[in-house]
């Protein structure tokens, strides 16, 4: 659906997002990681709802609005928000409504809106859901605005809101580099899901234990692998096992990071593990569904967060 806001209220996915490899390749003076990543998204994720409204408001629901909100005895709260609370971006008090509101900023016109968000993913995971969030919003915005933006305006404002906003963005198979901000697709694996070499199915495993990206790179000791060179002949196998920088620092943070590893290596049909992003998620690949689908049903059988998806 694209056009103008009607009576209606509109969808969009915001799809997990995983680091299929991550390599730390410097840092920059102001303090900011430069980094080398393959990324894919799956089918998978949050999803946004936009409602015509009098005023702007986010309402939070999902199995993890808890966890977002900080709320202890419900999965649903609903946050009225003021014109004046959302007209600085950087005050606003989640990332849904500092992407409203930057679009405003930038230009972009539109109504106020009743924002619901169905939080699925995990906070804190390393999966990119506030980025995931944030960049279906500009999507969402955009599309539906009296007045959209340029692509390269709605591009600068998601690298404003956060190093992982700008791929997902796009949402589909690419490489990131820079802070995040330098997107390349990745063509040979575009269509993913129907290559015959490459395991399109895909566990989701997280220990439930939030664990923030800043402390990650804080307790970081390593200088890092640097770039990974010419990635064009991997399948997605081959990328995942160019490995992460940032595991071993997080399974120090979080040792239930490497017993989940551990775990996910021994299930049946399982061809790599590894943890996404900063952690503390890790996801296996599989090259059938059953095999993914069984898998899951064991981990959650023991009590572990897991879902069995497919790479878009």
């Known amino acids: 659906m ?3 806001m009607t009576g209606t209220s509109i969808t969009e996915m915001a799809p997990a997002k995983v680091n299929l ?8 003076d102001d303090g900011y990681h430069l980094l080398d990543s393959a990324v894919i998204f799956t089918a998978f994720g949050d999803q946004i709802s936009l409602t015509p409204a009098i005023t702007d408001s986010l309402t939070v629901t999902g199995s993890f609005a808890a ?4 709320i202890t005895d419900s999965n649903i709260s609903t946050y009225p928000i003021t014109n004046s609370a959302i007209t600085n971006s950087a005050t606003a008090p989640n990332l849904c409504m500092q992407a409203l509101a930057a679009f405003r900023d930038a230009g972009g016109v539109i109504p106020p809106v009743a924002i619901t968000l169905e939080k699925r993913i995990p906070v804190g995971a390393g999966l990119g ?13 955009n599309a539906h605005a009296d007045k959209a933006v340029t692509p390269e305006t709605l591009h600068a404002l ?6 992982d906003v700008p791929a997902c ?6 490489r990131m580099t820079g802070i995040g901000d330098q997107i390349t697709p990745l063509s040979p694996m ?9 395991p399109p199915f895909i566990l989701l495993a997280n220990p439930l234990i939030p664990l923030a990206t800043k402390d990650v790179f804080a307790h970081l000791q390593s200088a890092g692998q640097g770039a990974a060179g010419d990635i064009g002949a991997l399948d997605i196998s081959g990328l995942a096992r160019l490995g992460n920088d940032l595991e071993a620092t997080a399974c120090t943070l979080v040792p239930e990071i490497a017993s989940l590893l551990s775990l996910l290596r021994q299930q049946h049909g399982c061809q790599i593990a590894a943890m996404s992003g900063s952690g503390a998620s890790c996801f296996a690949l599989f090259d059938s569904q059953p095999a993914c689908q069984h898998a899951c049903d064991t981990l959650r059988k023991s009590g572990i967060w897991a879902e069995a998806t497919h790479i878009i």
């Open 2 to 4: 694209t056009g103008k």
């Open 21 to 28: 490899y991550l390599r730390i390749c410097g840092r920059r």
């Open 169 to 174: 963005l796009r949402a589909h198979t690419l």
């Open 158 to 163: 998601a690298t404003h809101l956060g190093a």
């Open 67 to 70: 966890a977002l909100t900080n």
């Open 129 to 141: 859901g506030g980025s995931a969030d944030a960049a279906a919003m500009l999507r969402a915005l």
């Open 190 to 198: 575009l269509d993913i899901s129907s290559a015959s070499d490459a």
